[in-house]
């Protein structure tokens, strides 16, 4: 897959995973196993990036007698989902007009 | 693999990078570090999953080479609560403010002294002049004249010294203090 399209991909795919309640580094990674595979060192990076971005928001709690890192989704990063979709739809439309090229 | 050797090894390769930074980085491997541990698996399974430091640091790097110029310049700076301000300004003043005074009496004293120093050689140089001079109209011998022309060169030559060694140091205590207030200020962003 192209690059900036996986990157994309992962950004939309992390802020899918905290939307309906936040999570955590850990948690965010599980969630998204059976879909696609993110290690951590892929994670850390997107994390920082949507959080300069302002798509999600971030609070320490304690757990178990140490900090563990909540995110939280903002409306940047609801339309940033929206939006996602939206290019989804046009892709599709591109790729059905392509397939069907393809049969000619 | 061990995590200690690990975490050493990330730290190493991500020395480009702000103390802050560096910090956030360790604090998200330790946070799932827990999180595995309390999973159930071993620090082995653990650090093969996180895999080498090198990539770990390749993969942080690079993103931070992108946005090096957005992020840490639009990262908003931390608010402190009116508390931690009073706490923070007042731990400055006492930890700083005493050796500030300090470094900049003694660049005052040591400019003084320099400038003494310079007067000590312009009086000197008037003496070895006006001693003979003096001399010869007073009537004196040649031998006190001269004795009184040594001891002017003698006096020009101490005051240059002076100024010339209290010059040096007043210069290199000044660069110091600045380079030291410059490293301070600096720190602050890292708070």
């Known amino acids: 897959m192209d690059a900036q399209l996986k990157k994309g991909l992962l950004d939309v795919c992390v802020l899918a995973a905290i939307r ?8 965010i990674i599980s ?42 989704i903002t409306q940047v990063g609801l339309k940033r989902i929206d939006e996602f979709i939206e290019t989804m739809e046009q892709f ?7 397939a069907q090229g393809d049969r000619k | ?64 080479g992108e946005r090096s110029s957005t992020v840490f310049a639009k990262r908003e700076p931390r608010r402190f609560s009116l508390a931690e301000m009073i706490g923070l300004i007042l ?27 310079v007067i000590v050689t312009v009086c000197g140089a008037f003496y070895t002049v006006a001693a003979p001079i003096f001399g010869a109209v007073t009537g004196h011998s040649a031998a006190v004249c001269i004795a009184n022309v040594g001891l002017g ?7 240059l010294i002076l ?12 660069i110091g203090t600045k380079k030291a207030l410059t490293f301070l200020y600096a720190q602050r962003s890292t708070l």
């Open chain 1, 31 to 72: 969630d998204l196993a059976p879909y696609i595979e993110i290690s951590e060192s892929t994670l850390y990076p997107i994390l920082r990036r949507l959080e300069s971005g302002g798509a999600v928001k971030t609070r320490c709690s304690e757990h178990n007698g140490r900090l563990r890192r909540y995110f939280r």
């Open chain 2, 1 to 64: 693999m061990k995590k200690k050797t690990w975490e050493k090894q990330l730290i190493k390769l991500l020395k480009p990078l702000p103390y802050a930074e560096r910090q956030s980085v360790l604090n998200y491997y330790n946070e799932i570090y827990s999180d595995k541990i309390e999973s159930g698996m071993t620090e082995e399974e653990i650090i093969a999953e996180f895999g080498f430091p090198e990539d770990c640091a390749q993969r942080i790097l690079s993103e931070n």
């Open chain 2, 91 to 117: 731990g400055g003043l006492i930890l700083f403010l005493p050796l500030t005074i300090t470094a900049f009496s003694l660049i005052l004293s040591f400019g003084v002294v320099s400038l003494s120093g």
């Open chain 2, 153 to 159: 060169i003698t006096v020009c030559g101490v005051g």
């Open chain 1, 92 to 98: 599709k439309v591109i790729s059905d007009f392509i």
């Open chain 1, 20 to 27: 309906k309640e936040e999570s955590y580094g850990y948690k």
């Open chain 2, 163 to 174: 100024s010339a060694v209290f010059f040096i140091l007043t210069k290199y205590l000044a």
